[in-house]
């Protein structure tokens, strides 16, 4: 069980991680990710998608918000074309309203096509009013959370974690029958949600987000995208991720994206491939 924790209602300096090393942090506790591989050039997507046959979805790996909406998502069938399409994204400038300078796409994701059923959304985050963790769920996946929490708040459903008792799987369960979850995800979900505290209190997280959280036709479930922020301060306790730390100026979380991006190996698989994994 966690030990006790007193959140700060301070601001702190956050590190953004990219998608494909959220899904990292993810797949290590445990929570399922699509199989796929992590590239930097269109040669290390053909080659991929060559030795590995199947539908696959590249995905510019990017902090900046909207990258659907701009182009920056794309569904393949071959090499041919995984090669094609990873030179376009590749050469994109991703920019929204709030970054309007955008952000370059110097790598993607690619991960395999899920055959959706449905989408859900589940996050936990610091509630600086409370100064406890707020465990987030809705059945509207895919979805801006903060649109739904607008326009349709009942479609959400919020519990906070005492860290003085730490998680209980009924909390999990409760949000799932208050979010009116599919049936199809409440098998695993409190594993997820406890997974997911999990990644949130060892790490220093200042969010841990899965949107969408997919269940399949087959009836899996998968982290099909993953946002995970770090606190600065936490990331001392835990030297294995020093790579990822910044200077503390506004800028930080593009030069630590571009700096992992210069340290890790050219190719970085997110989980052992199956051709028995199919989705």
């Known amino acids: 069980m966690p030990r006790p924790v007193e959140f700060s209602t301070k601001a702190e300096a956050t590190l953004k991680l990219l998608e494909f090393r959220g899904k990292e942090s993810l797949r290590r506790v445990g929570i399922a990710v699509p199989p796929g591989a992590h590239v930097t050039t269109a040669a290390e997507a053909e080659h991929f998608v060559c030795d590995n046959p199947g539908s696959w979805v590249l995905k510019s790996q990017v902090l900046v918000?909207?990258?659907?909406?701009a182009g920056g998502i794309k569904f393949v069938d071959t090499a041919e074309d995984a090669r094609a399409t990873s030179e376009s994204l590749l050469q994109l400038v991703i920019r929204n309203a709030q970054n309007p300078d955008g952000e370059r796409v110097t790598s993607l994701l690619v991960e395999r096509?899920?055959?959706?059923?449905?989408?859900?959304?589940?996050?936990i985050a610091?509630?600086?009013a409370t100064k406890r963790p707020v465990v987030i769920v809705s059945a509207e996946g895919g979805m801006d959370v903060e649109d739904v929490a607008k326009h349709r708040p009942d479609a959400i459903a919020k519990a906070w974690i005492d860290t003085n008792v730490g998680f209980s799987p009924f909390l999990a369960r409760g949000l799932a029958f208050r979010a009116k979850l599919p049936a199809g995800f409440h098998k695993r979900f409190a594993s997820i949600?406890?997974?997911l505290y999990d990644v949130f209190m060892t790490y220093g997280a200042t969010l841990v987000e899965i949107n969408p959280l997919v269940l399949t036709v087959d009836g899996d479930v998968y982290a099909s995208d993953a946002k995970v922020e770090l606190d600065d301060?936490?990331?001392?306790?835990?030297?294995?991720?020093?790579?990822w730390n910044t200077e503390s100026d506004a800028d930080e979380d593009q030069r630590a994206a571009e700096r992992w991006m210069r340290l890790r190996s050219p190719v970085e698989p997110l989980q052992t491939f199956s051709t028995s994994a199919a989705a």
Not at 234 to 242: D, M, V
């Open 113 to 123: 096509k899920l055959a959706i059923a449905s989408e859900a959304y589940v996050s």
């Open 233 to 243: 301060s936490g990331l001392a306790r835990h030297p294995e991720l020093a790579a």
């Open 193 to 195: 949600v406890s997974a």
């Open 126 to 128: 610091i509630d600086r």
């Open 65 to 69: 918000g909207g990258r659907g909406k």
